[in-house]
């Protein structure tokens, strides 16, 4: 096992190549990955809101189909205390990608540009229900997040970092079945540093910035996220802190009332299935 993570943080931090799926091959390369994560969050923003949550990661390629999503759980306790308490208990996130170099049989790469995909991004929250009260005398319909973004992919090769998700979106909203500006999201994971049993320590990050957004859905044009994670990693497990940096983030305009600007710190544990 040592081997083996040793040989994935080396590939991971050398420099990537095209994805070659011309010999019509389109599995060579799969692989699939999940995790829970036990996580702690401090002053995170918009609200500056402290609290646990659950984690289950998934990530892999299957065919031309890469893959990558997350289910948050909120208020493992259902503590009273908990700025969580009484909120969304669920929040889902899928991001899967269809690769056009697989699906045509073509290298299309170019540059640094390794591999080009029809992606897409799914935000779903575990609202949307009607809540009434005991007799049924007072309903309402809970509010929750239901995006999809759609646009295209890539994977390319940057210096030092290696190989580098990036994706520009449009943003159409279910809930208002609406298109409301766009997105371009990055993503990274480079293993900087390794240990003689086999562990390493990683940077580990990604970019969520929305622009064009609405003024009838938004009271910001623009905003987005920084995520900077230093994680150490053995086989079966990791540990790491992350920095995020928010700017009006979601389209929320940062206010004394309510803030959406600023940094929230992050803590995580981790067992690799």
């Not at 970019?207 to 995520?227: C, H, P, R, T, W």
Request: proline fraction near 2%; aromatic fraction near 18%; charge should be negative.
């Amino acid at each position: 096992m040592k081997k083996t993570l040793l040989a994935l943080g080396l590939a991971a931090a050398m420099p990537t190549f095209a994805a070659d799926y011309t010999d019509g091959d389109t599995h060579k390369n799969d692989y699939k990955w999940m995790q829970a994560n036990i996580m702690y969050a401090v002053d995170e923003l918009p609200g500056e809101s402290s609290h646990d949550y659950l984690e289950l990661e998934f990530g892999g390629r299957a065919g031309i189909l890469d893959y990558y999503g997350y289910a948050d759980v909120f208020d493992l306790t259902n503590s009273d205390s908990s700025d969580k308490s009484g909120a969304e208990k669920i929040f889902i996130k899928f991001a899967p990608r269809i690769s056009l170099d697989g699906l045509t049989g073509t290298d299309l790469s170019f540059g640094p540009v390794q591999e080009l995909y029809l992606a897409s991004l799914f935000n779903w929250g575990g609202g949307g229900a009607t809540v009434c009260n005991d007799d049924y005398s007072t309903c309402l319909d809970s509010t929750t997040v239901n995006n999809s973004f759609w646009g295209l992919g890539s994977d390319i090769n940057v210096p030092w970092l290696g190989k580098v998700g990036f994706n520009v979106y449009g943003l159409y909203d279910l809930n208002n079945k609406d298109w409301n500006g766009y997105q371009v999201s990055t993503n990274w994971f480079k293993p900087f540093y390794f240990f003689e049993n086999g562990s390493f320590i990683s940077y580990q990050g990604y970019i969520d910035y929305q622009f064009g957004l609405k003024d009838e859905y938004s009271s910001a044009s623009n905003g987005g996220v920084m995520f900077n994670g230093i994680y150490w990693h053995s086989d079966r497990f990791s540990v790491g802190y992350g920095l995020k940096a928010f700017q009006d983030v979601y389209g929320i305009e940062d206010s004394s009332g309510f803030k959406s600007s600023g940094f929230s710190h992050y803590f995580a544990a981790t067992y690799k299935f």
